[in-house]
């Protein structure tokens, strides 16, 4: 235990002295530690050459860690004086930290495809990562998005303030009061029934829309993948989950004409059409994104192609699903070249009709996690095309080996990947490289503000490292100089053990001569021989003692005969057998009030090193 704590402490002091990305932090600030060696006019000088920085602040429970201010700006090159100078034990920077986003929504644990910890049996993480995304951005009313379905129940408590609500238009009064061709459209349109109430009465739209747009934290029920959404339902679908093809057309022609950006459309089964295709297509000219469900045959669409998912747009992303544990769900449908990428899909919880919630599985409740999705990207990134946004969907996936046979991207929605924002300035890592905002020298996604740059010269240190600036011997991503060298010696330790002048048997990255070794032997604890696996080896754990005049076990085997190991990890009980028979008329009295409180918590029938000394002074005769 003892020698697996220092370990612990070593790998924290590496990681803040090497290795650190300059996050968000803030723009005056340093911190900074000094050696307990450094005089007060050696800490002044440090502070004169780090931009003339001004102490603002010291910490009773930290020795000579100090919160300086230096010009605006300055923080890098402060950072860089400081390091170098051998009377400062690490500087770093005043970073910035967040509130972690968890909504209060009071059945949040039922919805593993937000964040999924085993809760329904299924594997921990097999997620789409929302929580995550929800540290960055919750997102915006001002992204509008289409459910083309059965419509909504607009009146679900945990729908109602993310439901489009039209100004213009008065309700129930039969007149195009706004004059945009469609009458007493207040929330949306009816192509089913032809009129302007797209009240939901099957439930099916009502959940897709709970699952992209609920709304989230607001103390009830449920959350959605984007928390705030403006939710425009356009029902083409009965009561029986049953529509045609025009209804969804005229669903497409109002999207056209309110330059809607998105929409979900968790229906498929007709064969080919061309309107369809045209009505798809036509949506582009507006910057559309179509988010369509794979269909659940369990068939392969390369092969057996199914629409409106198999439709050859750019403009759409076509999306099957998985089960808690990152598994196809059984009823999916795949395919290599046409379907792009997985979400969550079976044992679905969410809004059903109103004031309900219940469980749904299909495509259709995969598709709208990545409308989701979409939205939330949308309005954390407002200037990205929808090319743009497909792209970054599609391309952040989570990989899953077992899915990369079936699909284009062959990974699950990762929502936090998407959104990924390193250096927190609201735009896409990746979009940053791409316009120039930012450097990638590696290549490698990763801002180049946003890497390791352990020497602080304003360079990743994976470039550095390509480049020649700086070695890496043991190929680990760390400059040498910026490297553990636990022994002092001026090599990095991962290269000592390539070459063979340090021994490793652990392989926990430090040489073997940098750890502990109680009993003298040579071999490390955690590599010596250690029967209970405390860490402590067995020549240093057992201490045997003889107990002069004892009593006996019923069988006559005399107590003072028994080896007593000593445990550190246990060090207020002694073996309550033990205990008794010794307190019981033997050559001295153990104290009573160990006697009813030395239980063996553990149960090894060990005594710690404390009350093994408490016997010795007690009981042990010359």
Known sequence: ?????????????????????????????????????????????????????????????????????VPHGTVASALTAYRQNPNVLYAEPDYKVYASVTPNDPNFSMQWSLNNTGQTGGSSGSDIRAASAWDMFTGSASVKVAVIDSGVDYTHPDLVDNMNVNPLELPGNGIDDDGNGWVDDVFGYDFFNNDGDPMDDNSHGTHVAGILGASSDNGMGVAGVSWRCTIVPLKFLGADGTGDTSGAIGALDYIV?????????????????????????????????????????????????????????????????????????DFTNVGFFTVDLAAPGVGIYNTVISPDYGFKSGTSMAAPHVTGAAALLMGYAPALSSDEVRDRLIGTVRPVAKLEPWLISGGVLNAAAALADCNGNAVPDADDIKNGTSMDCTGNGIPDECEADCDSNGIADRCDIVDGTHSDCDANGIPDMCDLDCDGNGLADGCEFLAGNADNCDGNDLIDRCEIDFDGDGIINNCDNDSDNDGIPDTSDVCPFTLVGAPVYPDGRPVGDLSVDCLLRNDDFVGFQECLLIGQGGPGVFPARLCRTAFDMDGNQMVDLRDYQIFQRVFTRP
Not at 8 to 14: P, S
């Open 1 to 69: 235990m003892f020698g697996f704590a220092l370990l612990g402490l070593a790998a924290m002091a590496q990681a803040q002295v090497s290795g650190e990305p300059l996050a968000p932090h803030h723009p005056e600030h340093v911190l900074v530690r000094f050696r307990t060696s450094a005089t007060v006019a050696a800490m002044q000088t440090a502070h004169v050459a780090a931009e003339n920085a001004v102490t603002v602040r010291s910490y009773a429970c930290i020795d000579r860690l100090r919160l300086v201010r």
């Open 257 to 329: 004409a309110h330059n809607i950006p998105l929409s979900n459309n968790s229906w498929g089964g007709s064969p080919y059409s061309q309107a369809m295709f045209d009505a798809i297509e036509a949506t582009q000219s507006i910057g559309h994104l179509f988010i369509a469900a794979a269909g659940n045959e369990a068939e392969n669409n390369d092969t057996t192609p199914k629409y409106p998912a198999n439709y050859n747009l750019p403009n759409i992303i076509t999306v099957a699903a998985t089960d808690s544990t990152d598994g196809l769900a």
